[in-house]
C-alpha cells in the first residue's frame, strides 16, 4: 500500500500507546511519530494512518475505550510528505 496520508492525535501519551498496540494487534497498519508542530495536541506522538482504515480504526479505537483529539489528512494539512520524510 501507499504511503500514510492521515495523522489521528490524542490526548495522552497513554492513548496513543493503547492505540498503536491495538492497531498493531489487528493488523492494520500504522506508524506511531513525533506529532507535527502545526498541529495543537496534548500528546506529543500521533498515529499516521490510511485513509482507506478510518472508518475500521475508529470503530475498533472507540469500542476499546481510545479517545482521540483529531484526525487530519496531509493534504489537509497542506505538507506533501509527512514530517518525519522531510
Given at each position: 500500500m501507499?504511503?500514510?496520508?492521515?495523522?489521528l492525535?490524542?490526548?495522552?501519551?497513554?492513548?496513543?500507546?493503547?492505540?498503536?498496540?491495538?492497531?498493531?494487534?489487528?493488523?492494520?497498519p500504522?506508524?506511531?511519530?513525533?506529532?507535527?508542530r502545526?498541529?495543537?495536541?496534548?500528546?506529543?506522538?500521533?498515529l499516521e494512518?490510511?485513509?482507506v482504515d478510518?472508518e475500521?480504526?475508529?470503530?475498533?479505537?472507540?469500542?476499546?475505550g481510545?479517545?482521540?483529539?483529531g484526525?487530519?489528512?496531509?493534504?489537509?494539512l497542506?505538507?506533501d510528505?509527512?514530517?518525519?520524510?522531510?
Open positions: 501507499s504511503a500514510f496520508d492521515s495523522l492525535v490524542f490526548g495522552s501519551t497513554h492513548q496513543a500507546l493503547s492505540a498503536d498496540k491495538i492497531l498493531r494487534e489487528a493488523k492494520i500504522c506508524d506511531l511519530i513525533p506529532t507535527p502545526r498541529i495543537s495536541a496534548g500528546c506529543g506522538l500521533a494512518l490510511h485513509s478510518h475500521k480504526v475508529l470503530t475498533l479505537l472507540g469500542a476499546r481510545i479517545v482521540w483529539e484526525l487530519y489528512s496531509y493534504q489537509d497542506a505538507v510528505t509527512p514530517p518525519h520524510e522531510r
